[in-house]
């Protein structure tokens, strides 16, 4: 089996910023109140005609740059993607027109804030078989578009944003070992009910304002921790590795006390834990796509440094990656 590695990254956020200071002017929250529960200090909004495909579009250039590859090169475009532009077409066949990667075969996947972490391990799968050459994978959401801006509850929490890696076989290291796991018995923990086969679309949905997602937040919160830890530990046992052996853990980007509490499990230190979730609230599958891209840029991941990426979603999903950089 070849070893494939990830050769660039990208990311693009929104340039509009929505601080918890403006939260406090619309619901009955306070900044100390979001700053304490979930670490976040401020979220992005893409504007009203930005879609997903906009955002992923511009990660994935970014990403296809920094691999030092033309669009025209890619072979794979895997989406991974909760809020894609329509139903169909993929959000994938979108960003794949944009980028005029016409050789390209495009899909989408759903597994919510794992998504990411799905996208590389399907990618790796078909990379390390040779039936393609390389490969895009995108995060890319527009929470903002199924947030209920009413709901304190949950409207606090997410914001919009997009990450990308290429991957390609490398001479050694890359993906050293991935975990998936998904558990369908907690859908109802986190959802967006409204406007799919089951609710479609109609008065009676909106007005019982079911195109928002509905979560049960404390529920989540309890089995995040146990599963993103778990993910991390049956990954890194698969790589044949101890967790002191990871150099940096980019996890999913979902509350600062859950990334710390998986990293208290795991007996990691503060200074190998990357946390970027102030600035961007948890963007779902963009979530670890970006904190990967800015750790890169930030100098955090050096050559030869073995990375753990880590992620619990809504479905429930989670997964784990170890990456020799
Ligand atoms: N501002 C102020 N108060 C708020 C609030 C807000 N934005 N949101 C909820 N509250 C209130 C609640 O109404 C509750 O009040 P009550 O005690 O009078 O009923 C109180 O704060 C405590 O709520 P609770 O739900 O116990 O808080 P928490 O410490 O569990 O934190 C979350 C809430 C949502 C931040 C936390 O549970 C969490 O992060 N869960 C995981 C969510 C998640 O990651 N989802 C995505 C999965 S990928």
Redesign the pocket.
């Known amino acids: 089996m070849k070893h494939i590695g990830i050769i660039g990254v990208g990311e693009y956020l929104p340039e509009k910023r929505l601080t918890n200071a403006d939260?406090e002017k619309t619901?009955?929250?306070?900044d100390e109140?979001?700053t304490t529960?979930?670490g976040i200090k401020e979220r992005r909004l893409a504007a009203k005609a930005e879609a997903v495909s906009d955002l992923g579009y511009k990660a994935a250039l970014e990403a296809i740059k920094s691999a030092k590859l033309k669009p025209q090169d890619i072979e794979l475009i895997i989406t991974a993607t909760i809020t894609p532009d329509m139903s169909f077409p993929s959000t994938a066949c979108f960003i794949q027109s944009n980028l005029g990667a016409k050789q390209a075969v495009a899909f989408d996947i759903s597994a919510?804030?794992s998504g990411f972490i799905y996208g590389l391990v399907l990618a790796q799968q078909f990379l390390a078989r040779g039936v393609y050459k390389n490969a895009l994978v995108i995060g890319a959401e527009k929470l903002s578009a199924v947030t209920d801006w009413n709901d304190?509850?949950?409207?606090?929490?997410f914001g919009d944003g997009a990450g990308a890696a290429v991957l390609a076989p490398v001479s050694s290291g890359g993906i050293l070992s991935s975990y998936l796991g998904s558990d369908g018995s907690y859908t109802d923990l986190?959802m967006l009910p409204g406007g799919g086969s089951r609710n479609p679309a109609s008065s009676h949905t909106i007005e019982k304002r079911m195109h928002y997602m509905k979560?049960q937040?404390?529920e989540?919160?309890k089995l995040?921790v146990n599963l993103m830890s778990h993910a991390a530990e049956v990954a890194i046992e698969r790589a044949g590795l101890k967790p002191q052996d990871i150099s940096l853990l980019v996890p999913?980007q979902?509350?600062t006390?859950?990334i710390m509490a998986v990293a208290k499990k795991l007996h990691f230190p503060a200074d190998k834990i990357f946390i970027n979730i102030q600035k961007y609230g948890?963007m779902?599958s963009a979530s670890a796509a970006t904190a990967l891209c800015e750790a890169v840029k930030e100098g955090r991941v050096k050559k030869g440094d073995i990375i753990l990426l880590d992620?619990?979603?809504?479905g429930l999903t989670w997964g784990a990656c170890v990456i020799k950089w």
């Open positions: 939260l619901i009955d929250t306070s109140w979001i529960r979930t919510a804030c304190r509850n949950t409207c606090v929490l986190l979560m937040g404390n989540l919160f995040a999913h979902a509350n006390r859950i948890n779902s992620a619990f979603g809504a």
